[in-house]
């Protein structure tokens, strides 16, 4: 098996199951046309997110890392009336296609960006108040990974979700002697997990049209 292979099934699972509808499909034009990286997460990841949104019955969610709104729009979709998604990104560029995006897709009331450094928006998050978050979606610069992870998990209550993207990294995750800072924090990740009594959680190994990665998903106690 190989990555064609990966990425045909991928093609059908969203050709059946996963379809876009004409809003996703503008904020993936709009992203594209504006010379957005094309790294949102998957059709199909994008449907477990929002799968576990509507399990938590989430009304507050976190996002770190908007892009051009693709994430930001499924978790705002799976949330009910009233619910919100604050999403942090760093890039203003990218945060205005974003809302763009968001405005046209009908979610403007639903979702805050906050631009910036995540880093630096969480003092005012946690000032305001904010939280706790339902669900936390971690996929921003990946040598954060375990820092939003340690503020999400303060600002959680019993039975908040946190999901961290990027984690596998093409398997590097497994290398002892990685010298990639978002490997490193990868396995930093893990460790911290591992001594951390108040989450129960696992990774979930990907492969599919955009290579072979994984998500760590964290039930907090
Ligand atoms: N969640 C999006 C994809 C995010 S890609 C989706 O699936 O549709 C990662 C994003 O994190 C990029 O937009 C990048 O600009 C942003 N980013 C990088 N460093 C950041 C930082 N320090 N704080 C917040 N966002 C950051
Ligand atoms: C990449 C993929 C992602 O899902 C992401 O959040 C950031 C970067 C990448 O393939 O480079
Ligand atoms: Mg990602």
New binding site residues.
């Given amino acids: 098996m190989d990555q064609e292979t990966f990425a045909a099934v991928d093609a059908f699972v969203e050709a059946t199951i996963v379809p876009a509808d004409d809003s996703l499909q503008d904020a993936l034009d709009v992203a594209a046309a504006a010379g957005l990286p094309a790294?949102q997460?998957s059709p199909p990841q994008g449907r477990l997110l929002q799968i576990l949104t509507r399990l938590q019955g989430a009304e507050k969610v976190l996002e770190f890392?908007t892009l051009g709104g693709y994430s930001t729009i499924l978790l705002a979709r799976a949330l009910p009336g009233g619910g919100r998604v604050i999403s942090l990104e760093a890039n203003a560029e990218y945060a205005e296609v974003a809302r763009g995006s968001i405005e046209r897709a009908g979610l403007g009331e639903a979702v805050e960006i906050r631009v910036g450094p995540a880093l630096e928006a969480l003092p005012a998050l946690e000032e305001e108040g904010a939280g706790p978050f339902d669900l936390t979606f971690i996929?921003a610069d990946k040598v954060n990974t375990p820092n939003y992870f340690a503020w999400a998990l303060d600002h959680s209550r019993p039975g908040s979700l946190i999901v961290a993207?990027?984690v596998v990294r093409g398997g590097t995750l497994a290398e002892t002697t990685s010298d990639d800072e978002a490997t490193r924090a990868q396995r930093r990740l893990h460790e911290m997990i591992a001594v951390e009594s108040r989450v129960t959680a696992t990774t979930i190994q990907t492969v599919g049209g955009?290579g072979y990665d994984g998500f760590t998903i964290a039930l907090v106690r």
Avoid: R
């Fill in positions: 790294i997460v890392g996929d993207d990027n955009k």
